[in-house]
């Protein structure tokens, strides 16, 4: 059974930093796409940043030179750094896995709330 499980989100200030972790079990992070994607009160979901298994990163334009996307083998775990926060970056964040053999996987999301 494949689990996602997000944590890091929280409330803070605009200018401040956040660091969110995305934790796996049931399947290997590293050899997928993992991404990050976030949906404010509404609005559609969107990609936020992602990162293959050849370790190659992608970034949403709102956030490039802000955020970080990386993985920690080790641990099986995804972590998204998010710095100089904005209150426009105020949204539920949640990790995704796509395994090309198994499909698609969702973690249950993390709240982030960014106040000016």
């Known amino acids: 059974q494949v689990q996602l499980v997000e944590s890091g989100g929280g409330l803070v200030q605009a200018g401040e930093s956040l660091r969110l972790s995305c934790a796996a079990s049931g399947i290997i992070l590293s050899i997928n796409v993992i991404g990050w994607y976030r949906q404010a009160p509404g609005k559609q979901r969107e990609l936020v940043a992602d990162?293959?298994?050849?370790?190659?990163?992608n970034y949403a334009d709102s956030v490039k030179g802000r955020f970080t996307i990386s993985r920690e083998d080790a641990k099986n775990t995804v972590h998204l750094q998010m710095n100089s926060l904005k209150p426009e970056d105020t949204a539920v964040y949640y990790c995704h896995a796509h395994d090309p053999w198994r499909g698609d996987y969702w973690g249950q999301g993390t709240q982030v709330t960014v106040s000016s």
């Open positions: 990162i293959s298994s050849g370790s190659r990163t």
